[in-house]
């Protein structure tokens, strides 16, 4: 699975979780999650819930500290759909 | 100097109406809430009746956004939020917006027996499949007691006191008094106050094993003797939220807020379990002691009562209740004042009970009517023996009411009574 793919398939799953007063166009591929999409920390792990259930992986808790940033999710899924 | 509080919002979820309006065309016409449910027949219960609210997935978003409702499963919660949030917008009052301080004069009390029952099964399930972490972020929040108070207080702004109480079947009407106390005591001008109850078998079953629900009506829902008639033998388990705006007298006067009831006081005891009382049944002089109490706390006497909204169940109960209430007033026969339970329409909403039935109490005296007993008769013999019939109608009533009282008894031999005035 390429980045852009893995991307298009992630971007509604993080959508779900915005805020309201946050934008859709605001997600870029190095947002930070919490800090800059205002995404509510205990959402996180919903978001890790989601992914799994859309990629088929499993995240490891040391995987769940890593992430931060779109990016990291998507490097993360890329390591696991190997 | 102890502050003045009034009632200056209502809110209700009820198995016979969601919302104040409807609420109160259909205790005006004797509208029944009762249903039987399939599920419960298929689960064995020997009482396959239930008092359940519809809400509509419209009147679900005008409080909740999608992402709240996702993964949303407690139908408890949902009441309350639905009842505290209608409560807030009848007194016109504004949530803080999200760039303001709270609203730090603002708090809630709003009370549960058990919270987000069906929340906790799903969660009980993926934990014994060892897969705890499936369950999410929300589990907490839906489980827990304060569940209803913490979303009201996130919506709302709630800067002031925002917890949640538990008394059973009196949860409710002690929850009144606490924010009512509260506001009397000068350290909350606005309390918002109520109690829910979750739906369905896994908050009904418990009650449906110790047979204090009926087994007799099954084929018959809407015709379920109800509290004082004579052929009672057992409630219908209820569901839903009622919630009530209190607010100092000065701030409601000085911003021209509609006045519903004052508050005139209270009080809540417990009868020990002693003397006759027990985990389920009540210890009778501490009932009786809590009606006294709660009229020399409101600082009336006895003969000023118009009106008791009574806790009434529909068990065997109901002579004893009617026999304190007489005993304490120390009133009988005709002079006895009008009386009404709003559990034949509704069924006993446990820990919504008491909340949904002042909001029933507040709607009469504001409006002056009395809503009717629904299939009360015959009589309970020993209740015509106590008092007359004409104070239990069986139709609606218009009439002025002044002061009313309402009294709420719970297990535990918890008992709770307040007294409103119109002003």
């Known amino acids: 699975m390429t980045s852009e793919e893995i991307y298009s398939q992630l971007q509604p799953i993080i959508t779900t979780y915005l805020p309201e007063d946050v934008s859709i166009n605001e997600i870029n591929i190095e947002s930070d999650l919490t800090r800059e999409l205002n995404i509510n920390s205990a959402h996180l792990v919903d978001i890790i ?12 808790n040391d995987d769940i500290e890593k992430l931060r940033t779109v990016n990291d999710a998507v490097s993360l899924i890329k390591q696991k759909t190997l | 100097m102890k502050k003045r509080v ?13 919302g104040v309006s409807e609420f109160t065309e259909a205790i005006k016409s004797g509208k029944s809430g009762i ?4 599920e419960l027949r298929d689960l064995n219960f020997s009482c396959q ?37 209608d409560a807030l917008k009848d007194a016109q009052l504004q949530p803080a917006k999200n760039d303001e301080e709270p609203l730090w004069d603002l708090g809630i009390i709003f009370g549960s027996g058990t919270s987000g029952v069906e929340k906790f099964r799903e969660a009980i399930y993926k934990i014994d499949d060892k897969n705890v972490r499936r369950l ?5 929040a839906q489980t827990m007691t304060s569940g209803v108070s913490a979303y009201l207080g996130g919506l709302i702004g709630a800067g002031n006191m925002v917890t949640a109480n538990s008394s059973a079947c009196a949860t409710g009407t002690e929850a009144l008094l606490m924010g009512y106390d509260q506001i009397a005591n000068g350290k909350a001008t606005y309390m918002l106050c109520g109690s829910t109850s979750d739906s369905g078998p896994y908050i009904w079953g418990g009650f449906d094993a110790m047979k204090v629900s009926t087994y007799k009506y099954n084929d018959s829902p809407k015709e379920v003797a109800g509290p004082m008639s004579a052929e009672a033998n057992g409630f219908v388990p209820g569901s839903g939220a009622g919630a009530y705006l209190l607010e100092s007298l000065e701030s409601a006067q000085k911003r021209n807020a509609t006045i519903y009831a004052e508050i005139l006081g209270g009080a809540v005891n417990n009868g020990g379990q002693r003397g006759g009382g027990s985990m389920t049944a009540p210890n009778g002089v501490a009932i009786q002691k809590c009606i006294k109490n709660a009229l020399q706390n409101a600082n009336i006497s006895a003969s000023e009562i118009d009106y008791i909204n009574g806790h009434l169940t529909a068990t065997l109960k109901d002579p004893d209740e009617i026999e304190n209430w007489s005993l304490a007033l120390d009133r009988k026969g005709a002079d006895f004042p009008y009386i009404n339970s709003l559990k034949g329409m509704v069924g006993h909403c446990l820990a919504a009970s008491g909340s949904i039935e002042i909001v029933s109490a507040i709607l009469q005296l504001h409006q002056g009517f009395i809503f009717p007993n629904v299939y009360c008769e015959p009589v309970h013999p020993k209740i015509a023996s106590t008092i007359s019939l004409e104070k239990i109608s069986m139709k609606l009533l218009k009439t002025p009411l002044q002061t009313i009282a309402k009294a709420s008894f719970g297990f535990g031999d918890v008992n709770a009574c307040v007294i409103f005035k119109k002003i």
């Open chain 1, 49 to 60: 819930l989601d992914i799994e259930d859309a990629f088929n992986i499993e995240f490891k």
């Open chain 2, 35 to 38: 249903r039987f449910f399939p």
């Open chain 2, 6 to 18: 009034v009632i200056t919002g209502l809110g209700v979820v009820s198995p016979n109406g969601v």
């Open chain 2, 136 to 140: 999410g972020s929300n589990s907490v």
């Open chain 2, 49 to 85: 009746l239930g008092g359940m609210p519809f809400v509509s997935e419209e009147k679900k978003r005008e409080y909740l956004s999608e992402l709240q409702l996702r993964n949303f499963n407690s139908s408890g919660i949902l009441y309350g939020i639905i009842a505290g949030m």
